[in-house]
């Protein structure tokens, strides 16, 4: 059973809108990434935070932000939403840094129409 | 050029064969490599992590790392359909995970 949840599972919204979408990292891990990735590719990196603070930033404009809580959980947000924004996504987390590998929430399947 | 680079395949793979995969990255200060299994709709899953060069074995899997030509592999034994998945590549390069495209396998009876 992974540590790693996200939610919601899956989210429909319309071109133009917002989304907000969430990650509860596994116990202790104070780092969290978020990545994107679009049917029949490789996971794109977003963003990473450590301890609330942005350390790391992947090709992705500045409607792409997000948070990291004191209690280590994240959320990722999304504005004026594209067609091509239409992915899962994905939460990461590790202990310090992801030297030694992230695990994986279950995604958040994002379908833009 | 990508910084982790695979091949897209698919891959096919005769029940109890061995499936190779190759991965190719181009930063040479890549600390760390890992493969990870992703099976279709779902999120990926650590299999083998490997940190120095030569052979790491784990049950059926090998991980295999050359940092000198900068490529690391994957190799699985006695190849199951439960293995038909897509594997990705990733490379810990400049405090990021980096991913490849990922090889679909195709493990057929």
């Known amino acids: 059973e992974t540590g790693v949840t996200q939610s919601p599972t899956h989210l429909i919204k319309t071109r133009g809108q917002q989304v907000t979408l969430r990650c509860s990292s596994q116990?202790?891990?104070?780092?969290v990434s978020w990545y994107q990735q679009a049917l029949g590719q490789g996971p794109q990196f977003i963003f990473q935070?450590?301890?609330?603070?942005?350390?790391g930033r992947g090709n992705f404009p500045p409607r792409f932000s997000g948070l990291q809580f004191p209690n280590y959980s994240s959320e990722l947000n999304v504005n004026a939403l594209e067609l091509d924004d239409s992915a899962l996504y994905l939460c990461?987390?590790?202990?310090?840094?992801?030297?030694?590998?992230?695990?994986f929430g279950s995604g958040t399947r994002l379908t833009v129409v | 050029q990508k910084e982790v680079e695979q091949n897209s395949g698919p891959l096919s793979v005769p029940e109890g064969a061995i499936a190779s995969l190759n991965c190719t990255y181009s930063?040479?200060?890549?600390?760390?490599f890992f493969w990870y299994r992703q099976y279709s709709g779902k999120s990926p899953e650590l299999i083998m992590s490997?940190?120095?060069?030569g052979d790491k074995e784990d049950g059926r899997f090998t991980a295999q790392l050359n940092k000198a030509s900068q490529y690391v592999s994957l190799l699985i034994r006695d190849s199951q359909p439960s293995d038909s998945a897509t594997y990705l590549c990733a490379v810990y390069s400049w405090g990021k995970l980096q991913f490849g495209a990922g090889t679909q396998v195709v493990v057929t009876p």
């Open positions: 930063d040479r200060g890549s600390q760390s």
């Open positions: 116990s202790g891990h104070n780092t």
């Open positions: 990461a987390s590790s202990l310090d840094s992801p030297r030694y590998g992230y695990t």
């Open positions: 490997i940190y120095s060069n």
């Open positions: 935070y450590y301890r609330e603070e942005e350390n």
